[in-house]
């Protein structure tokens, strides 16, 4: 079974800096996809970027990109120019390419921006 | 656009009790999947369904089900509640089944159990 490893519990950031939440993940597949997805305190889980594993060039949106490292299993998501709404915790996910839609989600980093 | 609803928003239920939680996917979305997340903790997945039929099962106990209509809307359904039932349930719709699709999530249904 794939796990997600987010070894942050809480990270913090001045806001216009950068800040960089780490994720590991364990699979034995080599097609997936990994998601970064943002949950603010009203709830909500919003998709930030996601990135196919047959890609190499690192995904980017915006402000948001990540470091995806297929050998390493490893999927950082790099945020620039932080800003106060950037405030959430932050969740690494996986997905099978096959079957169904189910996503694995790591515990989470909860993100604080400091004014 | 309406994005994913889910109803109730709270509830409160007692051990033993059955629950019956809803939820609505973006307009043209054929694919709901379930979460279960407990506080402090990621979402795990329960179900999804994808044109009425089920695509995918998480490690949850038989008391767990679920069921899609023919709108595409569905329902999970909690029988004999335990206290460790109690969690926030996301629903999320996708367009279509499979690939890189985006799941959009609903607001979630807080249920507590006493």
């Known amino acids: 079974a794939q796990t997600v490893t987010q070894s942050q519990p809480e990270m913090s950031v001045q806001e216009a800096e950068t800040v960089t939440l780490s994720c590991t993940y364990d699979?034995?597949?080599?097609?997936?996809?990994l998601f970064w997805y943002k949950q603010p305190p009203s709830r909500q889980m919003i998709l930030v970027i996601r990135?196919?594993?047959?890609?190499?060039q690192n995904a980017t949106e915006n402000r948001f990109s990540v470091n995806f490292q297929k050998a390493a299993k490893s999927f950082s998501l790099k945020i620039s120019d932080s800003q106060l709404g950037d405030a959430a915790m932050y969740f690494c996910a996986y997905r099978s390419q096959g079957g169904s839609e189910k996503l694995v989600f790591g515990k989470g980093t909860k993100l604080t921006v400091n004014p | 656009d309406a994005g994913v609803t889910q109803s109730p928003t709270h509830l409160i239920k007692t051990r033993g009790q059955h629950v019956t939680l809803r939820c609505s996917p973006i307009s043209g979305h054929k694919s709901v999947s379930w979460y279960q997340q407990v506080l402090g903790q990621g979402p795990q997945f329960i179900f999804q369904y994808y044109e009425k039929e089920e695509r995918g099962r998480g490690n949850f106990p038989d008391r767990f089900s679920a069921r899609q209509f023919p709108n595409y809307s569905s329902e999970l359904n909690v029988n004999a509640l335990l206290l460790g039932d109690s969690a926030l349930y996301l629903c999320?719709?996708?367009?279509?089944?499979?690939?890189?699709?985006?799941?959009?999530f609903g607001p979630g249904t807080r249920l507590t159990v006493l």
């Open positions: 999320a719709s996708s367009l279509e089944a499979g690939g890189i699709n985006e799941q959009f």
């Open positions: 990135q196919e594993a047959y890609k190499q």
């Open positions: 699979t034995s597949e080599s097609d997936y996809y």
